[in-house]
């Protein structure tokens, strides 16, 4: 088990709640969780670490929306999601946690962008893109490396969801699906990286009720809360965060 300080067991605990809220509604706030969790955890062994975190949060999800998704969305992304997936696993096999943080730092500030860029322009952003094959391979592999190398691809996946045009619930839902088969996927190669190991899944299992916890308080509370402002707030720190990575 890891020797941590109580300050890093709150910093934690915190991120398998939020790890919950985001599965309950606010997939953002992964992007934050990602760049706090590096306060506690190397670079490389954090991507280990929170991996069974995010699949516990991925089963309550599916479970939450199982009848919300629409399969052929996900079905022709997955070939292309598996290249970017293999092209990740050949970068983590060769970088250590220091030469990872400022890429993973990169990919943060990236989703920020896509998600501002996304928010600003609304609809009108979703139409300037395309819906060729060309466009879904390059999101797929992007998705796939993205989350391969920092768990960050949720906002490669909005911006493809979106511009296919699904309902709320179907876009929490297919989203909820994508994230489990690939987070299922990526499993073995994590394995086989030492990423995943005895001692960090024992350390997963003990962040489980935090993040069932997270997940309910999401479904119940985030509905109350003015989401601009709390939406901010998140990118707002998890820019810090990425900032903070590449320094």
Not at 20 to 37: H, R
Not at 95 to 107: A, C, D, F, T, V
């Amino acid at each position: 088990m890891f020797e941590l300080s109580v300050v890093e067991w709150f910093i934690v605990i915190l991120c398998a709640v939020f790890i919950g809220f985001s599965k309950s509604g606010l997939p953002n706030m992964i992007i934050l969780v990602v760049t706090v969790l590096m306060l506690v955890f190397p670079a490389k062994e954090s991507v280990g670490i929170l991996l069974p975190m995010l699949l516990v949060g991925d089963v309550f999800a599916v479970t939450y929306y199982r009848r919300s998704v629409v399969w052929k969305h996900l079905i022709s992304l997955i070939p292309w999601v598996l290249i970017g997936i293999l092209c990740g696993y050949f970068v983590l096999s060769h970088l250590n946690s220091e030469q990872l943080k400022p890429m993973i730092g990169i990919i943060v500030l990236a989703m920020i962008v896509l998600h501002i860029t996304r928010q600003k322009f609304g609809e009108r952003f979703n139409q300037l893109l395309p819906s060729s094959l060309w466009f879904i391979s390059l999101m797929g592999i992007l998705g796939g490396f993205t989350t391969m190398v920092g768990n960050a691809a949720g906002g490669v996946m909005a911006i493809y969801l979106l511009v296919k045009g699904l309902s709320k619930n179907e876009f929490v839902g297919t989203s909820a699906w994508f994230f489990l088969s690939v987070n299922v996927i990526k499993v073995p190669f994590y394995l086989h990286l030492g990423l995943i190991n005895q001692e960090s899944l024992t350390f997963n299992l003990w962040m489980v009720p935090a993040i069932i916890l997270g997940a309910f308080i999401g479904i119940k509370i985030l509905p109350l809360i003015p989401q601009k402002v709390f939406q901010w707030l998140v990118l707002i720190l998890a820019a810090v965060g990425g900032i903070n990575l590449l320094l």
